[in-house]
């Protein structure tokens, strides 16, 4: 009996790794929408930049295209992540197109949900459908070599672009571009479970039986890379920025040409310049304006313009390091979520200072002082000798007209160079 017990409680501590062993496998989620510009290359590229603890990495995609600079840039993150990438065509409805679809023939395994298309990749510039064959030919290679590099079709895969072929699942399935068609993620991590899928890395197998989500959240840089990024947004300002920097070149000293060199940088933030630079830009500009409020005194606006412009600088510049990252993204876009508020509630109470600082200094003094001001001298003052006086609660030099005692009410009559004139006050009658 004692023997058949012990036997149960040492055969049950066995059972209990056994089971511990089904463990839950993390799956990192990022969220593709709308059009494709610098602010979506930044969002994947710093969240693919270490997936090390992941099972498998999940980009869903709902696009009509975006610049090339920055869907080559996601091809690379993608194609160079540690953990193999899914890139699911979601959801019901949605479409992959341009460099929606390239970016779809670059993931480790590809999947769409019902009703979804994929296709048009023909490079447009300029607005226009390309033809230059330099720019054909080298997609059509790099096509041919991400759809060789995960084991799907080729021709397929180059037609896209020479043909602007567009594809439902079932016959991108049928066409072997796609692996698999899921309505859901739970219907994907369960066809996705155990499938083999080659990376750049080599050949590696998908356990995705129990799955834990982990969102990517976006932080406030992105969605104000997203904001500038828009193709309309960037053309108005770099439009309305040109303009408003010649008029002011041809009428300096309002200010146009810094508000005009101002737009036409948050402009070119939205065609996909170099946000470093850029946000150095606007922090110097920012500086610029602060130092210029203190140096003359005069414009509040200034001062206002200039924290604006520090704020998005640093906005713009704060991203996560480089390489390998040891802190996490969720906390690094809560820190810079802090270094916006703290920036913006102390560019509120430094601007408060300004203001009533700038209030005093330009409040008007009694440097010409209406007639029949009343004050106090404060010692004896001869007539014609100068001496002082409390005019209006300040010291100011008086020169009396007549003998004037200490303490005594005085009367503001005149101004002489910069001394106030002053007889003895009397009363009226």
Not at 154 to 180: C, M, S, W, Y
Not at 257 to 267: A, D, K, S, T
Not at 376 to 390: F, L, Q, S, T, W
């Amino acid at each position: 009996m004692l023997a058949g017990l012990l036997l149960i409680f040492f055969g049950s501590l066995y059972l209990v790794p056994a089971i511990a062993k089904e463990e839950t496998s993390r799956v990192l989620l990022i969220e593709i929408r709308g059009n494709i510009g610098p602010s979506v290359a930044e969002y994947v590229k710093t969240y693919l930049e270490d997936t090390g603890s992941f099972e498998a990495v999940v980009i869903t995609i709902d696009t009509f295209g975006g610049l090339g600079d920055s869907m080559f840039q996601i091809i690379d993150s993608i194609t160079y992540s540690e953990a193999p990438v899914i890139v699911y065509v979601y959801p019901e409805g949605g479409q992959a197109l341009s460099a929606g679809t390239y970016i779809l023939m670059a993931s480790s395994l590809a999947a769409m949900a019902p009703y979804t298309i994929i296709g048009s990749a023909q490079p447009v510039v300029n607005g226009v459908p390309s033809n230059d064959t330099k720019l054909i030919n080298f997609l059509i290679e790099k096509m041919h070599t991400l759809a060789r590099l995960h084991g799907r079709n080729e021709t397929q895969a180059a037609r896209f672009i020479t043909h602007n072929d567009n594809l439902g699942p079932e016959e991108a399935l049928k066409r072997r571009v796609i692996e698999i068609i899921a309505r859901d993620f739970s219907e994907l991590f369960q066809k996705a479970n155990g499938m083999k899928v080659k990376t750049i890395r080599g050949e590696k197998a998908l356990h995705l039986a129990n799955v834990e989500i982990v969102k990517a959240e976006p932080g406030i840089r992105y969605h104000l890379l997203t904001f500038l990024s828009d193709p309309l947004v960037s053309g108005l300002l770099l439009s309305l920025g040109v303009l408003v920097l010649i008029v002011g070149l041809s009428s300096p000293g309002f200010g146009a040409e810094l508000v005009g060199g101002i737009m036409i940088i948050l402009g070119l933030i939205g065609q996909g310049f170099n946000l470093n630079w850029a946000g150095l830009a606007l922090i110097i500009l920012g500086s610029v304006l602060v130092l210029y409020e203190f140096y003359s005194g005069g414009i509040v606006i200034a001062l206002i313009s200039g924290i604006i412009l520090i704020g998005l600088g640093i906005t713009l510049i704060v991203r996560a390091p480089p390489g390998v990252i040891y802190i996490a993204q969720d906390w690094l876009n809560h820190l810079l979520n802090v270094i916006v508020i703290v920036a913006a509630g102390c560019g509120i109470i430094f601007g408060f200072i300004m203001y009533k600082g700038l209030k005093m200094i330009r409040k008007k003094t009694y440097s010409l002082i209406p007639e029949a001001e009343i004050g106090r001298a404060v010692d004896d003052i001869p007539a014609g000798k100068e001496g002082y006086a409390i005019i209006a609660g300040e010291y100011r030099k008086v020169i009396a007209i007549e003998d004037v005692k200490q303490n005594q009410r005085v009367k503001v009559i005149g101004k002489k160079n910069n001394y106030l004139v002053i007889e003895p006050y009397r009363e009226q009658s």
